[in-house]
Nanobody, 122 residues
Framework: QVQLVESGGGLVQAGGSLRLSCAAS????????MGWFRQAPGKEREGVSC????????YYADSVKGRFTISRDNAKNTVYLQMNSLKPEDTAVYYC???????????????WGQGTQVTVSS
């Protein structure tokens, strides 16, 4: 069982930055790949980024590539999402999730956090 708690969301102007954190409970954090998803009102949940458990390989949606960076600290049971050059279209609730192997789709993920709101004003 893994419990996930996101933090770091907020209101930021376009062009600004935020860093999201996702703290995990349990001693098996390092064995999970960790993903970030987001969901805007009226839209489906979409994959933003994922980092593998084995070699730290990272994956990004085309819409955030070059602006967002995912990282993890297994000693702290935490995964991060550094978001730079934010745009109004990045506004959404951001969720972290745990899975055996990275996927851009939400269905394979076993555990989810409660989400944190990110709002980017123009």
């Amino acid at each position: 069982q893994v419990q996930l708690v996101e933090s770091g969301g907020g209101l930021v102007q376009a062009g600004g930055s935020l860093r999201l954190s996702c703290a995990a409970s349990g001693r098996t954090f390092s064995s999970y790949a960790m993903g970030w998803f987001r969901q805007a009102p009226g839209k489906e949940r979409e994959g933003v980024s994922c980092i593998s458990s084995s070699d730290g390989s990272t994956y990004y949606a085309d819409s955030v590539k070059g602006r967002f960076t995912i990282s993890r600290d297994n000693a702290k049971n935490t995964v991060y999402l550094q978001m730079n050059s934010l745009k109004p279209e990045d506004t959404a609730v951001y969720y972290c999730a745990a899975v055996s192997y990275c996927s851009g789709y939400p269905r394979p993920y076993d555990y989810w956090g409660q989400g944190t709101q990110v709002t980017v004003s123009s």
